[in-house]
């Protein structure tokens, strides 16, 4: 299994990014994917998870703000993320859900 997240960099408050992560080694269609962070000094905490079948779930935190979406046709997972804060800095993941497998992650640095 592999997964290989992109799209991280520096952005200003109120910008806009977009995250992808790549999987391969499993059948992606048939299992949850999703987008967890860390920020300096914290625990890892989930931010969304999109199911097998496109249902989607978001901590309070990012809620109106970022959207995960999957195309399994390319085995790749994306996190729109809007109206960005400095309070989302941190390393983004993804992990296949309900396993160990996960990503090394991509750096969002939101400031001005």
């Known amino acids: 299994v592999q997964l290989v997240e992109s799209g991280g960099g520096l952005v200003q408050p109120g910008g806009s990014l977009r995250l992808s992560c790549a999987a391969s080694?499993?059948?992606?269609?048939?299992?949850?994917m999703g987008w967890y962070r860390q920020a300096p000094g914290k625990e890892r905490e989930l931010v969304a998870v999109?199911?097998?079948?496109?249902?989607?779930n978001y901590a309070d935190s990012v809620k109106g703000r970022f959207t995960i979406s999957r195309d399994n046709a390319k085995n790749t997972v994306y996190l729109q993320m809007n109206s960005l804060k400095p309070e989302d800095t941190a390393v983004y993941y993804c992990?296949?859900?309900?396993?160990?497998?996960w990503g090394k992650g991509t750096l969002v640095t939101v400031s001005s």
């Open positions: 992990k296949v859900q309900y396993t160990y497998y």
């Open positions: 080694g499993f059948t992606f269609s048939n299992l949850a």
């Open positions: 999109i199911g097998s079948g496109g249902t989607t």
